[in-house]
């Protein structure tokens, strides 16, 4: 497992760290133990938000909706919830993390989010890839953002990043930075040792709705399901400021970030302001949108 040290910083800014794991299919208590070392060694190196791949207590690759049903567990209650939360108390951190979900007969491909006082609420894949289909519910929790001292913070999961929509609700919803779990699987002719069509997307988002994007990736075969791993976190401007991490290996990635400075990044110049200078006129009406979020 390597540490890549963060890259110089403002006093000002705070550190993030993305946590790549290889989780084991249907351990839960050997991924959340560790996760928990990984997180910690995060937190050591002076991280404050921590973020976990996709689904990173169960795995991901459901031979069926009972084994999914079986491994799923309620939030914030369950056993890998109350061992996270506790984790970030401990740690006086903010952590996210890929959870399986049950609630009320129901199962979703979830995250949990965590700080300092405890559990802060859950967030819930919007847009399902695959056979995640045949398991989970589509989110029905919207896209919430979460008020912290860090600055605001968004939750996206893996095949959400595919959706413009979901990085621009965010950022007009005031999100500074946006923790993204996942489980990234290789596209449609993307070669192995090729660039990642979700660096791409991560990329676009950053820079178009001015956030800073922390992806955790998963690595490994699991059922013989290959996982990109790679995982980076990129800067308000569209900049890679962390990673892309190893294709196989567990790491943690840290890098600072200034929330101020991310907020002005949205003023590219004199003229122009990538959340202002929406045709709104032209886009409600196709969108169906009937108010104005916030924005910054």
Not at 132 to 149: K, R
Not at 215 to 237: H, K, M, N
Request: charged letters at 20%; one cysteine or more; aromatic letters at 6%.
């Amino acid at each position: 497992m390597q540490v890549s040290p963060p890259p110089d910083a403002a006093a000002s800014a705070t550190l993030v760290a993305s946590v790549q794991m290889a989780p084991i299919m249907g351990d839960v208590a050997a991924n959340v133990a560790r996760s928990t070392e990984l997180v910690e060694q995060a937190a050591a190196q002076g991280a404050r938000l921590v973020v976990l791949p996709e689904l990173a207590n169960t795995g991901y690759m459901f031979a069926s909706r009972a084994e999914a049903h079986a491994l799923a567990e309620t939030v914030p209650d369950g056993p890998s919830s109350r061992a996270w939360i506790a984790l970030a108390q401990r740690l006086g951190i903010y952590l996210v993390a890929g959870i399986a979900e049950r609630s009320g007969g129901k199962l979703y491909n979830a995250a949990i989010i965590a700080g300092p006082d405890g559990y802060l609420g859950t967030y819930r894949k919007l847009h399902l890839w695959g056979d995640e289909n045949l398991f989970f519910e589509p989110g029905d929790l919207g896209l919430p953002v979460f008020h912290t001292e860090l600055g605001t913070l968004g939750v996206a999961i893996c095949y959400d990043g595919w959706f413009p929509e979901v990085y621009r609700l965010l950022a007009l919803r005031g999100a500074d930075i946006v923790a993204v779990p996942t489980n990234w699987v290789p596209m449609p002719g993307q070669t192995p040792d090729g660039p990642a069509m979700a660096h791409a997307l991560t990329i676009a988002g950053a820079h178009s709705n001015g956030l800073t994007l922390v992806c955790a990736d998963r690595v490994g075969v699991e059922r013989g399901q290959p996982f990109v791993g790679r995982s980076l976190i990129v800067g308000s401007q569209g900049w890679t400021v962390a990673g892309p991490a190893s294709h196989d290996r567990e790491e943690v990635l840290l890098a600072p970030v200034d929330v101020m400075a991310s907020r002005r990044a949205r003023q590219l110049n004199d003229f122009n302001h990538v959340l202002r200078d929406r045709r709104r006129d032209l886009y409600d009406e196709l969108l169906g949108a009937t108010d104005a979020p916030r924005q910054r």
